[in-house]
Structure formats: structure tokens, C-alpha cells
């Protein structure tokens, strides 16, 4: 009797655990218990589709997933600084002008020349036998390469002036500053000088003495090109002038005295030892140039 009951209870509990895995398979609620909220929610003709999943099954664990991918913004574009800008404004008033290689200019205007600027006594240079100041014309050429701002070359001017006439013949080196059509330059020269063509009051020594030396300028102008190749301005210079005068032998100094009156007589003889000086020129003229 008691292993009878035993297996009708035995029976009884594997068709309740059968029944049970069947229900939970389809969905419905065990006997005893209440549907979840989710459940009850849920309508059987208007349930909404569910969502796409945007990650791989396989990356869920436990009901956790990765945060949602991050977006990047896409950067504005930058507005151009004021030095782009500038720069291409610059490029559209470009004058057009190329690139320069070779250069000649011719100048004229005024001089006035000291040759004894920074000298006290005159007679220790001259004994007054000639002028030492002097006004006048000038006339000059120059040629020369350049590459971008810097142009190097060589210069020559004569100084027309009525005792005599000055000649300075050297290099020069500048450096300029393109603006559209204008080109302001500033430039440094060095070389010789001297004097010719002396003339004297007194007979001999017009033709005994002899004054020569270097001269050192720096001279600053604007230039306007009217045409890439060619161009007209202005220019000032200053140079300082270090000249020196040879001693004349004593059979000069006779020729000297010969011709001069007393008091020149007494002077003739401070010619007897080299001098020297130091002087300067101011010049302003007007240049006209050819560009190539």
C-alpha cells in the first residue's frame, strides 16, 4: 500500500514539472503566478516592431551593453588670417614689373663740394693757391646686377666746377624695397676721387699741384617705373671726402714764386710737404633707368 502511494506521488510531480516547461516554452504564465508588467502592456495586434539592435548580439553580457558610438563634429572652415589676406591683395596690384636682372642709370643735378670741410687751416692743404669750396653741375652714370632687393654695381660722376672739376669712380651695393611701381632704395659706395682741370690765379701752380683720395658715400631715392624696363626719380647723396695733396719739389715751388705776388711768395713754400684733408660733396639729382 505505502509503495503504491509512493508512486502516484511520484507520477503526480513529473506531470506538473512537464506541464510547467511546456508553458513557460509558450509564453504563458505559470499557474499561481501574475504576468509581468511588460506583458500586460503589451497589445497582441498593435505591438510596435522592435528595435534593431546597433551591436552585435555576441558584445551583450548580463544585460549590459557598450555606450552608443560617439560622432566626430566636422570642423568649420577658418576664415583667412590678415596676413593671407593681405598677401593676396598684395598679388593683385602687382605691378607686373618681372623679375630684374641688369640695370643702367644716367643722373644730372647739383653738387656742392667742400674739400675741406673738417680742416681748420686751409694753407696747410692748399696755401690758397686753389679754391677749396665750390657749386656747381654734376653728371654721373651707373649699371650693375640685382637680385630681388639687393643690386650691386659701379658708379662714376664728374662735378663741373669753375676752379675745377671733381671725379669719383667706385662700387656700389643697395638695397630696395619694391612697391608696386615705386622702388625706394637706399645704397653705400666707395672708391676713388680726385681732382682735375685745376685752375690758379697764380702761373705753375695750377699745373704742380695735385689733389686726389677716396671718397666714401651713402645715398638714399625713389625710383618710379613708368614701363618694367624702364624708370625715372630722384636721388640724394653725401660723401666724406679723404684727399691728400703730394709735396712739390723746390724747383715747382720757384716756378710758383715766379708768378706770384709777396705774400703768395711766403705760402709757396708750406707746399713743400704733403697735405692732406678731409672734405665731403652734397648732391641731389634726377635719374632716369633701364631695367632688363
Not at 506521488?9 to 509581468?36: E, N, W
Not at 686726389?212 to 618710379?224: E, I, M, Q
Not at 613708368?226 to 691728400?244: H, Q, R
Request: with cysteine; glycine share 14%; proline share 7%.
Amino acid at each position: 500500500m505505502i509503495a503504491r502511494r509512493a508512486l502516484c506521488l511520484l507520477t503526480v510531480l513529473t506531470s506538473a514539472s512537464m506541464t510547467s516547461a511546456a508553458l513557460a516554452q509558450q509564453g504563458q504564465p505559470l499557474p499561481g503566478t501574475s504576468p509581468s508588467v511588460g506583458a500586460s502592456a503589451a497589445s497582441p495586434a498593435g505591438a510596435a516592431a522592435a528595435q534593431p539592435n546597433p551591436y552585435d548580439p555576441s558584445m551583450q553580457a548580463g544585460g549590459l551593453a557598450p555606450p552608443p558610438p560617439m560622432t566626430t563634429p566636422e570642423p568649420e572652415p577658418a576664415a583667412p588670417d590678415g596676413t593671407e589676406q593681405r598677401l593676396d591683395e598684395a598679388k593683385e596690384r602687382d605691378s607686373g614689373r618681372g623679375l630684374e636682372i641688369v640695370w643702367l642709370n644716367v643722373e644730372g643735378g647739383y653738387e656742392n663740394v667742400g674739400l675741406q670741410t673738417f680742416n681748420i687751416d686751409e694753407d696747410d692743404f692748399t696755401a690758397g693757391f686753389v679754391s677749396s669750396a665750390a657749386n656747381g653741375g654734376v653728371i654721373g652714370a651707373g649699371a650693375g646686377v640685382r637680385l630681388l632687393y639687393f643690386t650691386l654695381g659701379a658708379r662714376g660722376r664728374v662735378g663741373f666746377f669753375s676752379d675745377w672739376q671733381l671725379f669719383t669712380l667706385g662700387g656700389e651695393v643697395g638695397m630696395h624695397l619694391p612697391l608696386g611701381k615705386l622702388d625706394p632704395h637706399v645704397d653705400l659706395g666707395f672708391g676713388y676721387a680726385g681732382l682735375g682741370s685745376v685752375k690758379s690765379a697764380v702761373s705753375g701752380a695750377a699745373d704742380a699741384i695735385a689733389i686726389r683720395g677716396f671718397y666714401g658715400r651713402v645715398s638714399g631715392g625713389l625710383d618710379l617705373y613708368l614701363s618694367p624696363v624702364f624708370s625715372i626719380g630722384a636721388n640724394a647723396s653725401w660723401e666724406l671726402l679723404a684727399l691728400t695733396r703730394p709735396g712739390l719739389s723746390a724747383a715747382a715751388i720757384e716756378g710758383i714764386k715766379g708768378g706770384a705776388a709777396a705774400p703768395q711768395q711766403a705760402k709757396a713754400d708750406l707746399l713743400a710737404a704733403e697735405g692732406s684733408s678731409v672734405g665731403s660733396a652734397l648732391a641731389l639729382t634726377a635719374v632716369a633707368g633701364l631695367h632688363f
